[in-house]
């Protein structure tokens, strides 16, 4: 039998495949250049044509996982939906994540090593995002709107270990409360909104 060459891209792309299975199996310390290298069958050398250390490979992994999810969740949600239904989604595709890829991912944000910086700015990116869409949605001043988009990060992490196998009843739960403290901070510091003609 003869072995096919890959392509660069391909062979990259097995390195990470390696170094998610050694994440999944032992965690994210246990990912060594050998043990990736070995995984895959190739030497050492090969490696780090791809990746200049170990932490860069650790890096494009969490960088590929992060953007298989902003992908799938932008299909999930359309650009015109409303900020509830953004919450539901997103938290919709977080579950479904957290079944499909879960372990992978939640040990890659929960790095307390060399991702730990990536982990805050993704987390950071993320508060950003949604602090974006409280202000458009409910006319909130910019400070109130971060730190309500933090919690909500934060919170839904947390809410997300306590998974009970009922998803919809927690999707529910956190999009009502998330929507509820929205509307509440709104009508404190909310800027007035133009009423809507007909």
């Not at 043990?35 to 200049?52: D, I, M, N, Q």
């Not at 359309?78 to 994540?97: I, N, Q």
Request: proline share 3%; charged share 30%; hydrophobic share 45%.
């Amino acid at each position: 039998m003869t072995q096919t060459r890959l392509k660069g891209a391909e062979r990259r792309e097995r390195f990470l495949d390696a170094a998610a299975q050694i994440v999944i199996e032992q965690g994210v310390a246990a990912v060594t250049m050998d043990g990736v290298a070995a995984l895959t069958g190739v030497t050492k050398a090969l490696g780090y044509r791809y990746f200049s250390d170990r932490d860069d490979l650790l890096t494009a992994l969490f960088d590929r996982e992060t953007q298989i999810y902003v992908e799938r969740l932008a299909t999930e949600v359309g650009p015109t939906s409303s900020f509830e239904d953004w919450v539901r989604g997103a938290l919709k595709y977080w579950c479904r994540r957290a079944d499909e890829r879960g372990e992978l991912f939640m040990r890659l944000v929960r790095d307390c090593g060399p991702l730990a910086e990536r982990a805050r700015a993704n987390r950071k990116a993320d508060a950003d995002g949604w602090a974006l869409g409280l202000q458009k949605a409910f006319g909130l001043p910019a400070r109130q709107a971060r730190q309500y988009a933090w919690f909500m990060v934060a919170g839904t992490a947390g809410a997300l270990d306590a998974r009970d196998g009922d998803d919809e009843a927690m999707i529910e739960a956190i999009t009502l409360a998330v929507v509820a403290g929205a509307k509440a901070l709104a009508k404190k510091y909310g800027e007035p909104r133009p009423a809507k003609t007909s």
